[in-house]
């Protein structure tokens, strides 16, 4: 209980998972109406606490946008990619991934191997790139469902076994995560030209 409090309380962190995805489409609804409150609610018997997750779907009033999601990243413990075909065409989802896969490299390099990105499949894996092809994932894409009926359906007592493993797993990121330092990398990262049928909306 006492390392849960020290993880809770750690000074220069403020979330536990950052929450990486393509805005405005099916895997924005997804997060937010499914993964996210299963998510929450076994992640928290896991910790011994609420965590802390940081999304931008609610920006406060008289914030820079950008500003705030650099911020967030930084000060948060891990990153969770929902992956679908555009994600890898936003500016903002491959400059997330990015700095947080040179964090990964900046803790490795100090004190071995470190984990701090658990991306989950959510579809369209022909649009991957080569580097998230060749990267583990967890592949959440045969519950990747927004519709209300999926709430009452069979698949989505499978879909929440799965949602608790993830969190399992997702503690022991949050868990093993190095001590805050104020110089975390920040990559800035320009997306390939996206297809016809996957162009950006940001």
């Given at each position: 209980?006492?390392?849960?409090?020290?993880?809770?309380?750690?000074?220069?962190?403020?979330?536990?998972?950052?929450?990486?995805?393509?805005?405005?489409?099916?895997?924005?609804?997804?997060?937010?109406?499914?993964?996210?409150?299963?998510?929450?609610?076994h992640l928290q018997e896991e910790m011994g606490r609420i965590p802390q997750f940081y999304i931008d779907t609610e920006m406060?009033?008289?914030?820079?946008?950008?500003?705030?999601?650099?911020?967030?990243?930084?000060?948060?413990?891990?990153?969770?990619?929902?992956?679908?075909?555009?994600?890898?065409?936003?500016?903002?989802?491959?400059?997330?991934?990015?700095?947080?896969?040179?964090?990964?490299?900046?803790?490795?390099?100090?004190?071995?191997?470190?984990?701090?990105?658990?991306?989950?499949?959510?579809?369209?894996?022909?649009?991957?790139?080569?580097?998230?092809?060749?990267?583990?994932?967890?592949?959440?894409?045969?519950?990747?469902?927004?519709?209300?009926?999926?709430?009452?359906?069979?698949?989505?007592?499978?879909?929440?076994?799965r949602v608790k493993d993830v969190a399992r797993s997702l503690w022991q990121i949050i868990k093993h995560a190095p001590e805050?330092?104020?110089?975390?990398?920040?990559?800035?990262?320009?997306?390939?030209?996206?297809?016809?049928?996957?162009?950006?909306?940001?």
């Open positions: 209980m006492k390392q849960q409090l020290l993880i809770a309380t750690n000074e220069g962190y403020r979330y536990d998972i950052f929450f990486s995805y393509s805005r405005g489409g099916a895997s924005e609804d997804w997060l937010n109406g499914c993964l996210k409150e299963l998510l929450e609610k406060r009033a008289g914030v820079n946008w950008y500003d705030d999601i650099k911020e967030a990243l930084l000060r948060s413990r891990c990153l969770l990619g929902v992956w679908s075909g555009p994600y890898f065409y936003r500016k903002y989802c491959l400059t997330e991934w990015r700095s947080m896969k040179e964090r990964e490299k900046v803790v490795s390099g100090k004190s071995g191997s470190c984990k701090l990105i658990y991306p989950v499949k959510f579809g369209d894996g022909d649009h991957f790139s080569d580097e998230a092809n060749e990267t583990q994932y967890d592949d959440l894409s045969n519950w990747a469902f927004i519709g209300p009926a999926f709430r009452n359906s069979p698949e989505f007592v499978e879909f929440e076994k805050w330092e104020p110089g975390w990398p920040f990559i800035e990262v320009e997306p390939p030209l996206a297809p016809v049928s996957l162009l950006p909306r940001m």
